[in-house]
T-cell receptor, first 119, second 111 residues
């Protein structure tokens, strides 16, 4: 099966500019996640969608970040205006309630990420 | 707020040595997962443990979930240069599907 697709892979912008990242999850995966990963650190959850509804966006800086998942398939994460501290890799992941769900485990498949540099 | 703390944050060892990485929390998780991430790639799942006290082995890697489901460890026997990477533990909630990551352990295995 095809993996999680993300684009662009790399983006360099000036501070106060805007940027958008796109994610296409694995077909049939109902849950989609956006994580922010600063170099050398673990991923930090920004937002979690279940189909086209938001499950958790408690750590999304809503004054500058927005995300949508229209039609419950692909998703877009936008930053406007960008700050220097937004420089990071933005990872998209998807999961499905398969047989592993009943055991209490939720297995995520990640894309390769979009690396953002804000100058 | 649920937090996962990994230790050590950095580890540089010689090929053939053994090592253990720890993942601790004050919160109970329904599952604990370990991922490995290489530069320029997303994390890739190594193992999932769901039962307190559970031990799983994957070749030279041994994973353990604490009895209280608050902590976990990853032990690598006879490390090889191919084991180099960022190791991440992640705690899961079966109610919400939320997955929280630790800050990671960067492992370097020198030939």
């Amino acid at each position: 099966e095809a993996g999680v697709a993300q684009s662009p892979r790399y983006k360099i912008i000036e501070k106060r500019q805007s940027v958008a990242f796109w994610c296409n999850p694995i077909s049939g995966h109902a849950t989609l996640y956006w994580y922010q990963q600063i170099l050398g650190q673990g991923p930090k959850l920004l937002i979690q969608f279940q189909n086209n509804g938001v499950v958790d966006d408690s750590q999304l800086p809503k004054d500058r970040f927005s995300a949508e998942r229209l039609k419950g398939v692909d998703s877009t994460l936008k930053i406007q205006p960008a700050k220097l501290e937004d420089s990071a890799v933005y990872l998209c992941a998807s999961s499905t309630r398969g047989r592993t769900w009943d055991s209490g485990a939720n297995v995520l498949t990640f894309g390769a990420g979009s690396r953002l540099t804000v100058l | 707020t649920q937090l996962l703390e990994q230790s050590p944050q950095f580890l540089s060892i010689q090929e053939g040595e053994n090592l253990t990485v720890y993942c601790n929390s004050s919160s109970v998780f329904s599952s604990l997962q370990w991922y490995r991430q290489e530069p320029g790639e997303g994390p890739v799942l190594l193992v999932t443990v769901v039962t307190g006290g559970e031990v799983k082995k994957l070749k030279r890697l041994t994973f353990q979930f604490g009895d209280a489901r608050k902590d976990s460890s990853l032990h690598i026997t006879a490390a090889q240069p191919g084991d180099t990477g960022l190791y991440l533990c992640a705690g899961g909630s079966s109610n919400t599907g939320k997955l929280i990551f630790g800050q990671g352990t960067t492992l370097q295995v020198k030939p």
